[in-house]
Antibody, heavy 120, light 108 residues
Framework: EVQLVESGGGVVRPGGSLRLSCTAS????????MNWVRQAPGRGLEWVSG????????GYADSVKGRFTISRDNAKNSLYLQMNSLRAEDTAFYHC?????????????WGQGTLVTVSS | SYVLTQPPSVSVAPGKTARITCGGN??????VHWYQQMPGQAPVVAIY???DRPSGIPERFSGSNSGNTATLTISRVEAGDEADYYC???????????FGGGTKLTVL
């Protein structure tokens, strides 16, 4: 079964940092691009960042560029999101999602998400 | 930056046809993907590359894309189709993935 499981969420103060992880199973991880998409409670989907299968190319939403860094470790079947200088508006569920071709392809499947709360 | 516009809500009676639109400048030149999100669950792809349907999605779901509007059509709507629906494209000029604001489908 193809599965994505996020971890690393929690409560952090404004200006703080957090590192999210996404562990993949059930497929050949380095055959796929990967993405992070967030959803604030009660709001819509917002693409955060994406990375090609080999990590050679990455992309970021304007709202996180310069603060967040996406990376992957294909040997560990894992995707990461390093989040620095966190703001209240970064509060959301963060989902990782697989893409056969990045950035043009569709996202399937998605993980259930990990909640990041930025609050003092 | 590229903007995708969806109606916040669409209501339809059971058995009728629901059409959810996704507007964007010359969206017909882009590939559009659609997602269904049930309450409390992660999104699931419903249509990819404008009109292709993944296995597990009923044939009642179809997609089209032309000009400035892409459309997700759900025929013979059922109560179980009630969900939020999002369109998504990749904007090559900004190198950004873009989601529409989402449409809440209500089955009356």
């Amino acid at each position: 079964e193809v599965q994505l499981v996020e971890s690393g969420g929690g409560v952090v103060r404004p200006g703080g940092s957090l590192r999210l992880s996404c562990t993949a199973s059930g497929f050949i991880f380095d055959d796929y691009g990967m993405n992070w998409v967030r959803q604030a409670p009660g709001r819509g989907l917002e693409w955060v960042s994406g990375i090609t299968w080999d990590g050679s190319s990455t992309g970021y939403a304007d709202s996180v560029k310069g603060r967040f860094t996406i990376s992957r470790d294909n040997a560990k079947n894992s995707l990461y999101l390093q989040m620095n200088s966190l703001r209240a508006e970064d509060t959301a569920f963060y989902h990782c999602a697989r893409a056969l071709t990045w950035p043009q392809g569709w996202f399937d499947p998605w993980g259930q998400g990990t909640l990041v709360t930025v609050s003092s | 930056s590229y903007v995708l516009t969806q109606p916040p809500s669409v209501s339809v009676a059971p058995g009728k046809t629901a059409r959810i639109t996704c507007g964007g400048n010359n969206i017909g030149s882009k590939s559009v993907h659609w997602y269904q999100q049930m309450p409390g669950q992660a999104p699931v792809v419903a249509i990819y590359y404008d009109r292709d349907r993944p296995s597990g999605i009923p044939e009642r779901f179809s997609g089209s894309n032309s000009g400035n509007t892409a459309t997700l059509t759900i025929s013979r709507v059922e109560a179980g189709d009630e969900a939020d629906y999002y369109c998504q494209v990749w904007d090559s000029s900004s190198d950004h993935v873009v989601f529409g604001g989402g449409t809440k489908l209500t089955v009356l």
